[in-house]
């Protein structure tokens, strides 16, 4: 599953920035979510967007994803405007897995992660060993082989996540923008999942961009935090540049203490409720 890497032309500047966001503005209907937003997404990178409920973070993403219209602004993917590409252009370059996705009534699994391939299809041209090869991986990798026959809609909320996750990996793209990827997972498979797009970026560089809720769990697997709030950024760098006590308060109006993993060293944010502030005194 490893992309095609295209080396840069001759007399033009490498592109280091896989996405980039330049003052955009979005929301629904007529009113903005967010508002001359910028950000740099750097290749090769996993990205994690957080903040409180509300914040931006979706919207955000579909943004950079082209699901969602831009009233303000532009999106370059790669150095290019991505509203003037192709879009089987787009989807060769770009997975997208959005929150909560709905499946066709009755698909099977096979069926559906072979739609992950459509991009990549000529005209005419039919499976092939490639295709296979690629989808099988899919699938291994997200623990989902067994389930290739089983209808979707039968599935339960974690498995039909990592379902997700294996269309989003068939789609085989340089890039992939996940929206909470763990959501109803638990535990054990948020942390399979979290050690496979680990393991996709560090062996193929895909860049990474996710959102998600739980901080720890973005500060141990993710090199670069892009804290949000009332549809702004607040904060971007590493876990530890981003995440300290005084930003998780202005971030999230949040009391905390934070401390260094015992393994990693990164960041891990112990909240600090009204109980425990009384109990502090």
């Not at 090769?44 to 699901?67: D, E, F, Q």
């Not at 499976?127 to 979707?152: K, N, Q, S």
């Not at 009391?255 to 990164?266: A, N, S």
């Amino acid at each position: 599953m490893t992309p095609t890497v295209t080396p840069p032309t001759p007399g033009l500047e490498l592109v280091t920035h896989q996405i980039e966001a330049r003052g955009i503005s979005a929301g629904y209907s007529a009113t903005p979510v967010i508002e001359n937003l910028s950000v740099r997404i750097e290749a090769g990178r996993i990205t994690a967007l957080v903040g409180p409920n509300a914040c931006g973070k979706s919207t955000l993403l579909k943004s950079m994803a082209r699901l969602l219209p831009l009233a303000a602004g532009s999106v370059l993917l790669e150095g290019a405007d991505i509203h003037r590409l192709p879009t089987r252009e787009v989807a060769r370059r770009l997975g997208v897995l959005p929150q909560s996705p709905i499946a066709p009534e009755s698909i099977t699994v096979g069926d559906l992660v072979w739609r992950g391939r459509h991009p990549h299809r000529q005209f005419g041209r039919r499976r092939d060993a490639h295709d296979d090869t690629v989808i099988a991986e899919a699938l291994r990798a997200t623990g989902t082989a067994e389930l290739v026959d089983r209808p979707v809609d039968q599935l339960s909320g974690g498995q039909r996540q990592r379902v997700w996750i294996a269309l989003a990996l068939a789609q085989d793209t340089p890039t992939l923008l996940l929206d909470e990827p763990t959501t109803y997972l638990d535990v054990a498979h948020q942390i399979e999942v979290m050690d496979l797009l680990a393991e996709l970026n560090e062996q193929t560089g895909k860049t990474i961009v996710l959102v998600s809720h739980d901080l720890n769990q973005a500060a141990l697997y993710a090199s670069t935090i892009v804290a949000l709030r009332d549809g702004a950024v607040v904060r971007q760098g590493t876990p530890e540049e981003v995440l300290d006590e005084a930003t998780v308060a202005e971030v999230f109006g949040l009391r905390c203490v934070v401390v260094p993993h015992p393994l990693t060293g990164r960041p891990q944010i112990f909240p600090l409720g009204r109980r425990h502030h009384s109990q502090e005194n």
